[in-house]
Protein backbone atom coordinates (compact mmCIF):
# COMPACT_ATOMS: atom_id res chain seq x y z
CA UNK A 1 0.00 0.00 0.00
CA UNK A 2 1.47 3.36 -1.15
CA UNK A 3 1.78 5.37 2.33
CA UNK A 4 3.06 8.67 0.07
CA UNK A 5 1.03 11.57 1.59
CA UNK A 6 -0.95 10.42 4.09
CA UNK A 7 0.30 13.41 5.99
CA UNK A 8 0.64 16.96 5.11
CA UNK A 9 1.89 19.95 7.78
CA UNK A 10 2.55 23.48 6.32
CA UNK A 11 1.29 24.60 9.83
CA UNK A 12 3.05 27.98 10.63
CA UNK A 13 3.71 29.20 7.22
CA UNK A 14 3.36 32.32 5.60
CA UNK A 15 0.88 30.68 2.97
CA UNK A 16 -1.21 33.13 1.61
CA UNK A 17 -4.04 32.77 -1.33
CA UNK A 18 -6.60 29.79 -1.52
CA UNK A 19 -5.91 26.48 0.03
CA UNK A 20 -4.82 24.74 -3.34
CA UNK A 21 -7.14 23.59 -5.21
CA UNK A 22 -5.25 20.36 -6.16
CA UNK A 23 -5.52 19.07 -2.63
CA UNK A 24 -8.37 17.01 -3.53
CA UNK A 25 -5.53 14.57 -5.76
CA UNK A 26 -4.87 13.40 -2.10
CA UNK A 27 -7.14 10.68 -1.57
CA UNK A 28 -4.73 8.65 0.94
CA UNK A 29 -4.18 11.70 3.18
CA UNK A 30 -5.48 11.40 6.34
CA UNK A 31 -3.95 14.53 8.71
CA UNK A 32 -4.01 18.45 7.33
CA UNK A 33 -2.50 20.79 8.68
CA UNK A 34 -2.20 24.57 7.16
CA UNK A 35 -2.94 26.52 10.96
CA UNK A 36 -1.30 29.38 11.24
CA UNK A 37 -0.76 30.47 7.65
CA UNK A 38 -2.92 33.65 5.87
CA UNK A 39 -4.73 31.30 3.71
CA UNK A 40 -7.87 33.42 2.16
CA UNK A 41 -11.16 32.42 0.69
CA UNK A 42 -13.45 29.61 1.47
CA UNK A 43 -12.69 26.03 2.99
CA UNK A 44 -12.40 24.36 -0.13
CA UNK A 45 -15.46 22.01 -1.02
CA UNK A 46 -12.91 19.53 -2.41
CA UNK A 47 -11.76 18.56 0.30
CA UNK A 48 -14.55 16.40 0.67
CA UNK A 49 -12.56 13.86 -2.09
CA UNK A 50 -10.12 13.09 1.12
CA UNK A 51 -12.53 10.64 2.27
CA UNK A 52 -9.66 9.43 4.61
CA UNK A 53 -9.06 12.80 6.38
CA UNK A 54 -9.00 12.64 10.02
CA UNK A 55 -7.48 15.97 11.20
CA UNK A 56 -8.16 18.89 9.59
CA UNK A 57 -6.49 21.73 11.42
CA UNK A 58 -7.13 25.27 9.66
CA UNK A 59 -6.94 27.06 12.53
CA UNK A 60 -5.10 30.75 12.15
CA UNK A 61 -5.88 31.89 8.97
CA UNK A 62 -7.74 34.50 6.74
CA UNK A 63 -10.85 32.07 5.48
CA UNK A 64 -14.23 33.67 4.96
CA UNK A 65 -18.07 32.33 4.27
CA UNK A 66 -19.20 29.45 6.15
CA UNK A 67 -18.51 26.41 7.70
CA UNK A 68 -19.18 23.71 4.40
CA UNK A 69 -22.19 21.47 5.06
CA UNK A 70 -19.90 18.96 2.43
CA UNK A 71 -17.93 18.63 5.62
CA UNK A 72 -20.25 16.33 7.41
CA UNK A 73 -19.44 14.21 4.76
CA UNK A 74 -15.81 13.04 5.86
CA UNK A 75 -16.83 10.04 8.35
CA UNK A 76 -13.67 9.41 9.39
CA UNK A 77 -13.09 12.88 10.57
CA UNK A 78 -11.77 12.83 14.10
CA UNK A 79 -10.30 16.67 14.97
CA UNK A 80 -11.86 19.80 12.84
CA UNK A 81 -9.74 22.87 13.66
CA UNK A 82 -11.13 26.12 12.20
CA UNK A 83 -11.12 28.72 14.60
CA UNK A 84 -9.66 31.99 14.79
CA UNK A 85 -10.79 32.93 11.03
CA UNK A 86 -13.34 35.14 9.64
CA UNK A 87 -15.77 33.05 9.16
CA UNK A 88 -19.33 33.77 9.45
CA UNK A 89 -23.15 31.92 9.14
CA UNK A 90 -24.12 29.39 11.62
CA UNK A 91 -22.76 25.69 12.43
CA UNK A 92 -24.29 23.63 10.30
CA UNK A 93 -25.72 20.34 11.39
CA UNK A 94 -24.26 18.04 9.15
CA UNK A 95 -21.22 18.10 11.59
CA UNK A 96 -23.05 15.90 13.66
CA UNK A 97 -22.71 12.92 10.98
CA UNK A 98 -19.36 12.86 12.11
CA UNK A 99 -19.83 10.10 14.89
CA UNK A 100 -15.88 9.39 15.57
CA UNK A 101 -15.13 13.71 15.69
CA UNK A 102 -13.56 14.35 19.17
CA UNK A 103 -12.52 17.47 18.82
CA UNK A 104 -14.24 20.58 17.28
CA UNK A 105 -12.73 23.93 17.38
CA UNK A 106 -14.51 26.92 15.49
CA UNK A 107 -14.16 29.73 18.32
CA UNK A 108 -12.83 33.15 17.66
CA UNK A 109 -14.71 33.68 14.12
CA UNK A 110 -17.97 34.94 13.74
CA UNK A 111 -20.51 32.21 13.42
CA UNK A 112 -24.51 32.72 14.68
CA UNK A 113 -26.98 30.98 15.61
CA UNK A 114 -27.59 28.09 18.16
CA UNK A 115 -25.36 25.14 18.79
CA UNK A 116 -26.83 22.53 16.37
CA UNK A 117 -28.65 19.62 18.36
CA UNK A 118 -27.05 16.73 16.15
CA UNK A 119 -23.66 17.40 17.67
CA UNK A 120 -24.99 15.30 20.07
CA UNK A 121 -24.97 12.63 17.64
CA UNK A 122 -20.48 12.64 18.07
CA UNK A 123 -18.25 11.47 20.32
CA UNK A 124 -17.22 15.37 21.18
CA UNK A 125 -14.52 15.15 23.98
CA UNK A 126 -13.82 19.17 23.54
CA UNK A 127 -15.61 22.21 22.00
CA UNK A 128 -14.51 25.23 21.46
CA UNK A 129 -17.04 27.79 20.13
CA UNK A 130 -16.11 31.00 22.27
CA UNK A 131 -15.63 34.26 21.00
CA UNK A 132 -18.44 33.85 18.24
CA UNK A 133 -22.06 35.42 17.91
CA UNK A 134 -24.02 32.13 18.84
CA UNK A 135 -27.37 32.74 21.04
CA UNK A 136 -30.20 29.72 22.46
CA UNK A 137 -29.16 27.35 24.90
CA UNK A 138 -26.45 24.77 25.02
CA UNK A 139 -28.66 21.44 23.30
CA UNK A 140 -29.54 18.45 25.70
CA UNK A 141 -27.84 16.39 23.55
CA UNK A 142 -24.47 17.54 24.53
CA UNK A 143 -25.16 16.93 28.16
CA UNK A 144 -25.47 13.62 27.31
CA UNK A 145 -22.20 13.18 25.95
CA UNK A 146 -20.09 10.50 27.86
CA UNK A 147 -16.51 11.68 26.81
CA UNK A 148 -16.90 15.15 26.82
CA UNK A 149 -14.03 16.86 28.87
CA UNK A 150 -14.09 20.50 28.26
CA UNK A 151 -16.13 22.85 26.58
CA UNK A 152 -15.60 26.40 26.02
CA UNK A 153 -18.55 29.06 25.17
CA UNK A 154 -17.33 31.81 26.74
CA UNK A 155 -18.11 35.60 24.55
CA UNK A 156 -20.91 34.64 22.65
Known sequence: MNHFNRT????????????P????????????FLSNNSFQGTVPTNLTHCSELRELNLVD????DKILEELGSLSKL????LANNNLTGRI???????????LLSVGDN??????????????????QLGINRLTSTIPSSLYNL???????????
Open 146 to 156: SNMRDIKLGAN
Open 92 to 102: TASLGNLSSLS
Open 110 to 127: NLEGSIPQELGRTTIERI
Open 78 to 81: RALG
Open 21 to 32: SEIDFLFSLRVL
Open 8 to 19: TVLQNNSFHGKV
Open 61 to 64: NKLE
